[in-house]
């Protein structure tokens, strides 16, 4: 078993529809993140979250809204996408804010088709 | 602000030869370096980190990646290359100043195909 878990792994999705994509860790972490990643451009930060907290929307589009009920738990809630946002989605964890030596722990991605 | 350089896209090795994937950074204090690996359709996996210390740092599956602050560097090596090692790698910076994990900066990532 993986320490950070996303689901669904694909997802495809029309622009009209409502979806959500889910991460849980399963590390103790303290501090969720999730990140877009497109092919040919860097990783993007879009959320951060410490102790279920938002600390920071990295100006991401108001058609994402992400949701996190408790320190183990993340969503991130799709409406109305463009084309343009079909990418791998990843959850990322860490021990928390306050513990800035720390790596990133990945779940495996959700990889979203917007037609 | 904080950059990381990866000069390579793709790096090609013989299995058995060794390998080094390179990373230049810039930031404006001291550095906390990490690499991450990624297989085809996973998530990005840590590999090693160098936060302090001595400035060659083991990590996992036999990877190391030495710390060079006069040149800015943090190049991944291992001895002797494994197909299995074939994935893209991923060099992030962060200020060792800055709580928050999520500000690392990744850099674009390097290919790397180990052949038989």
């Known amino acids: 078993e993986t320490g950070v878990t996303q689901t669904p792994r694909h997802l495809v999705m029309g622009m009209t529809n409502k979806k959500s994509l889910k991460c849980e860790q399963h590390?103790?972490?303290?501090?969720m993140y999730w990140y877009k990643q497109s092919a040919k451009k860097p990783l993007e930060l879009m959320f951060v979250?410490?102790?279920?907290?938002?600390?920071e929307n990295n100006s991401v589009p108001s058609r994402f809204s992400p949701e996190c009920p408790n320190s183990s738990h993340l969503f991130l809630h799709l409406h109305t996408l463009q084309p343009e946002d079909s990418a791998l989605y990843l959850c990322?964890?860490?021990?928390?804010?306050?513990?800035?030596?720390?790596?990133?722990?990945f779940g495996e991605g959700s990889r979203l088709t917007v037609l | 602000a904080q950059s990381v350089a990866q000069p390579e896209d793709q790096v090609n090795v013989a299995e058995g030869n060794p390998l080094t994937v390179k990373c230049t950074y810039s930031?404006?204090?001291?550095?906390?370096l990490f690499w991450y690996v990624q297989y085809p359709n996973r998530g990005l996996q840590f590999l090693l980190k160098?936060?302090?210390?001595?400035?060659l740092v083991k990590g996992s599956y036999g990877f190391e990646a030495e710390f060079n602050k006069s040149q800015t560097s943090f190049h991944l090596k291992k001895p002797s290359a494994l197909v299995s090692d074939s994935a893209l790698y991923f060099c992030?910076?962060?200020?060792?100043?800055?709580?928050?994990?999520?500000?690392?900066?990744f850099g674009d990532g390097t290919t790397l195909t180990v052949k038989p």
């Open positions: 990322a964890s860490s021990l928390g804010l306050a513990e800035n030596t720390g790596e990133l722990f």
């Open positions: 590390l103790g972490h303290n501090a």
């Open positions: 979250y410490n102790f279920k907290e938002q600390t």
């Open positions: 930031v404006s204090g001291n550095p906390y």
């Open positions: 160098y936060i302090t210390g001595d400035n």
């Open positions: 992030a910076v962060r200020d060792a100043l800055d709580t928050n994990a999520g500000k690392s900066t």
